[in-house]
């Protein structure tokens, strides 16, 4: 699972933080976070829109840390692809965004993503499913990390229990 904090919405837009969690039906497991440095994401031509960055600026303190320090974008993506190594699936709420927006920044500083477009899968799809898991939020919101972990224990106990259901007979 997969999830990023950003200056904007647009692909382009400045990368300020990734969380991702590795996860299957039986829970979540290895983490991944880093913070990225937002003078690295200037000057590999990412941008910041005002009203996003206004829109941090209004958030609490914790979510609020995430826009200073960091680590240079180009560091950051190349340990997020190993890190990711043969992952044959990436989760994103939604990988319309959190995907296609970190492809931009991989683009960006001259390098490729780690995962083909066939294997990303949508958060938002799983948890609009009525036999989605409701699982209660834990950590900071808009901690990218945090939110990783969040929709990775919701994809993991729906998919677990869409599994007892199937092991049932009973269709979903």
């Known amino acids: 699972m997969l999830d990023i904090e950003t200056l904007g919405l647009e692909p382009g837009a400045s990368v300020v933080s990734i969380g991702a969690v590795r996860f299957d039906e039986s829970g979540v497991g290895d983490t991944f976070e880093r913070?990225?440095?937002l003078t690295s994401c200037q000057r590999a031509g990412l941008t910041?829109?005002?009203e996003?960055?206004?829109?941090?600026?209004a958030q609490d303190g914790e979510a609020l840390d995430q826009l200073s320090g960091g680590d240079p974008l180009a560091r950051?993506?190349?340990a997020f692809s190993e890190w990711y190594g043969d992952a044959d699936q990436i989760w994103a709420n939604s990988p319309s965004f959190?995907?296609?927006l970190l492809e931009t920044a991989y683009h960006a500083v001259d390098r490729d993503e780690p995962w083909m477009f066939y294997e990303e899968?949508?958060?938002r799809t799983i948890?609009?499913?009525p036999v989605a898991a409701d699982v209660e939020f834990e950590g900071v919101e808009h901690d990218a990390l945090d939110d990783a972990v969040h929709q990775a224990e919701v994809v993991s106990k729906t998919l677990a229990g869409i599994e007892e259901i199937r092991a049932r007979g009973e269709s979903a």
Do not use: H, M, N
């Not at 996003?52 to 600026?57: A, G, I, V």
């Open 35 to 37: 913070s990225i440095s």
């Open 48 to 50: 910041i829109d005002a």
């Open 52 to 57: 996003t960055l206004e829109w941090w600026l």
């Open 76 to 78: 950051v993506l190349e």
């Open 98 to 100: 959190d995907c296609e």
């Open 121 to 123: 899968r949508d958060f």
């Open 127 to 129: 948890s609009s499913l």
